[in-house]
């Protein structure tokens, strides 16, 4: 599939992989986000606990939405290939800065009925190829609490490694950073 073989009022698609789409967040996409981010479940190693509500969905997806016109990356929504319209998780790359430098932060949570299919890592592979050639020299890093170790086997299969001095942020996450 490419962004042609699509009709013209389809979603923006940023990456396509062998078994996914990945795609601009759109306003359309509240409860998708919500049924990811209110999951207890998906929110296991989060202090702050799941979403409350779907407003909050809602403002956070503005967030998302508004990330990329402005950066012109940004987190993107993912589906399956066989099932395009299916929202199974969020993942991409956020441009911040951290500690001063400006890097980018990798972001990924999914269903828990897409967990185990090796679906988090092949989107976030789609989403660095997309991105990271467009922006020569700014490192990927991605912020994980000690004890999310499916977060922290992700994070080290893609390439990135903990601070060897065990540097966390504010909120006491590892600093993971791209070799
Ligand atoms: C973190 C998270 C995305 C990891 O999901 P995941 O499905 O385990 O991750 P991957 O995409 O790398 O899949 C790897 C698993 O799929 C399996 N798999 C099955 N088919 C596969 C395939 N075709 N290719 C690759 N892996 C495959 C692998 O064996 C592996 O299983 P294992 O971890 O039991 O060994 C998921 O746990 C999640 O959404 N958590 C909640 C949100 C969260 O904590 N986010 C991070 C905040 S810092």
Same mark, same amino acid.
């Given at each position: 599939m490419t962004t042609t073989d699509l009709p013209a009022d389809a979603r923006t698609v940023v990456a396509v992989s062998e078994r996914l789409v990945l795609s601009r967040p759109q306003e359309g996409d509240a409860e998708a986000m919500f049924a990811i981010h209110g999951d207890p479940e998906t929110n296991r190693y989060n202090p702050h606990g799941p979403q409350r509500d779907l407003a909050a969905a809602r403002e956070q997806l503005a967030g998302f939405v508004a990330d990329w016109p402005r950066d012109g990356v940004g987190y993107c929504m993912v589906a399956t290939r066989a099932e395009p319209e299916v929202v199974i998780g969020v993942a991409g790359l956020f +441009?911040?800065?951290? =500690? &001063?430098? #400006?890097?980018?932060?990798? $972001? $990924? @949570?999914? @269903? #828990?009925? !897409?967990? &185990?299919? &090796? $679906? !988090?890592a092949e989107a976030c592979r789609a989403a660095m190829a997309e991105a990271l050639p467009r922006f020569p020299g700014v490192p990927v890093t991605a912020l994980i609490r000690a004890d999310n170790l499916p977060s922290r086997r992700l994070a080290e299969r893609l390439g990135l490694m903990p601070d060897p001095d065990g540097r966390v942020d504010q909120? =006491?996450? +590892?600093?993971? @950073?791209?070799a």
């Open positions: +441009l911040h800065s951290l =500690d &001063g430098e #400006p890097v980018f932060n990798l $972001y $990924y @949570r999914f @269903r #828990p009925s !897409a967990w &185990g299919k &090796g $679906y !988090a909120e =006491d996450r +590892l600093i993971h @950073r791209m």
